[in-house]
């Protein structure tokens, strides 16, 4: 029962943001993915009525976890937590994952998928729209899943582990690898013989490369040490692709 009830929230929350509207925003979404439960719970007729006007009110959090919220105030519903309870509960989770998800997914991943993709684009080859597909819609579509089973099986206890932060340990692997991949990307671009920075002269672009990149990233950073230290390894990158370009035949 519970891993049928997770795939059709699953299948319901990739249409949460169709229905999006200035008064509730995903608020019909939300009541979309919730009702397949609502409607096994045996309520009377103004039971469910009731329930349902309450899953209509304002809605609002990033769409790759918005099942997440469905499926643990499903479980807190069902399990006798008050009205006030769990609407608290849908308020905090939805503020908070609407931060995280935006950070991690728009701010983070996807940046990290066009990247990777970018050298086979570059390259010419058709399928690298592929790769940033697969490079985001694999993650995403898995923490997506996750969240729905998580939310099922512990209800209001996945706070606590929230809590723990997993999403932002992530976050400064993929930052750094984005880092050195543009790094790496700058370097081997501004030292090709044909458009590079200064043509000809493939050392001198790749090195003005590298100290324009690190002096953005420096200023972007506003002088912190995490963004000194991005800079360097953009400019080692940077450098480290001029001479991959310059060595190849």
């Known amino acids: 029962m519970a891993a049928t009830l997770g ?3 699953f299948l319901r929350s990739l249409l949460v943001q169709s229905s999006w509207n200035f008064s509730g925003m995903q608020n019909l979404g939300y009541f979309f993915m919730t009702w397949p439960a609502l409607s096994r719970r045996g309520l009377s007729a103004p039971e469910l009525r ?3 006007l309450r899953h209509l009110r304002q809605f609002n ?10 499926a643990t105030v ?4 069902q399990y006798g937590q008050t009205e006030e309870g769990t609407e608290e509960l849908k308020r905090s989770l939805m503020c908070a994952l609407g931060a995280v998800g935006d950070e991690f997914f728009w701010a983070t991943l996807r940046p990290f998928a066009a990247i990777v993709a970018l050298p086979a684009a570059i390259a010419g080859f058709a399928w690298a729209p592929l790769i940033l597909l697969a490079v985001f819609n694999v993650p995403h579509l898995t923490v997506r899943l996750w969240g729905i089973r998580v939310g099922l099986a512990r209800g209001s206890g996945i706070v606590e582990m929230l809590q723990r932060r997993p999403f932002s340990r992530a976050l400064p692997a993929l930052g750094t690898a984005t880092t050195a991949l543009i790094g790496f990307l700058v370097g081997s671009g501004a030292s090709d013989r044909f458009w590079g920075l200064i043509p000809g002269h493939g050392l001198l672009s790749a090195a003005a490369a590298a100290a324009v990149f690190a002096l953005l ?12 230290l991005l800079a360097y390894l953009s400019a080692v990158t940077a450098v480290a692709g ?8």
């Open 61 to 70: 959090t990033h769409p790759y976890l918005a099942g997440l919220v469905a």
């Open 50 to 52: 009731e329930a349902g």
């Open 7 to 9: 795939w059709r929230i």
């Open 242 to 249: 001029a001479v991959f370009v310059m060595r190849a035949p």
């Open 217 to 228: 990233l420096t200023l972007q950073f506003r002088g912190l040490g995490q963004g000194r």
């Open 74 to 77: 499903v479980r807190s519903e």
